[in-house]
C-alpha cells in the first residue's frame, strides 16, 4: 500500500512497481484512510510519506504497530536528517529511503522491507555518521515522534484544538506538549517555534514540487 499526497510521487512508484510480478498496488493520500485500509487488507508493504496532510507519517508508523505488530513500513521521504531517520525507526519503521534515491536502491529497500528485514539508504547512514562527527546536533533531536508530529502541524497552521482533534489526544494534553516543546527548544513562542521547524526542515516549504527519480523506463527495472 502506497500512502503519498503528491500523485506524481505516487504515479512513479505505480511505474517502479508496475514491472515486478504479482504486486498488486492499493494507494491513498489520507493517512486515516491508510488506518482503515490497512486493517481491512493487511498489505505485505507499506510505503510511507512522512509529510502527509492531517495524520503525519510518524504519528502513522505507530499507530499501524500498535494495530500489527508485524506491520512492514518502509518510509519514502523528502526528509534525510536524523531526526526523521531516527524517529521513524523508533516508531516502529523497518526501512528509510529518501525521494532522490536511485530506483535500483528504493526497489531493494521495497524487497528486503517485505521479506520483514531492515533497509536503510546508505548514503543516509552515512551522512548521519559524518554529521554526528563534523555538526552541532540538530535541536530536534531532543523531540519525541509525537513532539515533532505538533510541531510539524503547529507549523503548518493548525491550531490546538485541531491538532488534538487530528492526534486523538484531549485539548490539555496537545496544550501541555507544545508547552515542553517550546522549553525544550528555547523558543518562547509559537512563532519562534514555527521559525525553528522551517529552520531544521520540518516544513515543506515547496510541498509541490516533490518528485520521485525514475531514471530507467519499467521494462528495465
Request: proline share 5%.
Amino acid at each position: 500500500m502506497i500512502v503519498e499526497d503528491h500523485p506524481i510521487v505516487r504515479a512513479g512508484l505505480r511505474r517502479l512497481l508496475a514491472a515486478e510480478a504479482n504486486v498488486e498496488v492499493r494507494e491513498t493520500a489520507d493517512g486515516r484512510e491508510a488506518l482503515s485500509l490497512y486493517r481491512e487488507q493487511r498489505p505485505a508493504l507499506v510505503i510511507l510519506d512522512l509529510n502527509l496532510p492531517g495524520l503525519g507519517g510518524l504519528e502513522m508508523i505507530g499507530r499501524l504497530r500498535a494495530a500489527d505488530p508485524e506491520a512492514r513500513i518502509l518510509v519514502l521521504s523528502m526528509h534525510d536528517d536524523e531526526t526523521h531517520v531516527t524517529r521513524a525507526l523508533q516508531a516502529g519503521a523497518m526501512g528509510y529511503v529518501t525521494k532522490n534515491a536511485d530506483p535500483d536502491e528504493l526497489l531493494a529497500a521495497i524487497a528486503r522491507v517485505a521479506q520483514g528485514e531492515n533497509h536503510i539508504e546508505r548514503e543516509i547512514a552515512e551522512a548521519i555518521v559524518f554529521a554526528r562527527l563534523r555538526s552541532p546536533p540538530n535541536p530536534l533531536q531532543e523531540l519525541s515522534a509525537r513532539d515533532l508530529e505538533i510541531l510539524r502541524l503547529l507549523a503548518n497552521g493548525r491550531s490546538l484544538p485541531q491538532i488534538a482533534d487530528t492526534l486523538g489526544i484531549g485539548y490539555k494534553t496537545a496544550a501541555n506538549n507544545c508547552t515542553r516543546i517550546k522549553a525544550r527548544l528555547g523558543a518562547a513562542s509559537t512563532a519562534e517555534l514555527i521559525r525553528i521547524a522551517i529552520r531544521c526542515g520540518l516544513v515543506d516549504r515547496d510541498a509541490g514540487s516533490a518528485t520521485l527519480r525514475i531514471d530507467k523506463p519499467p521494462s528495465e527495472i
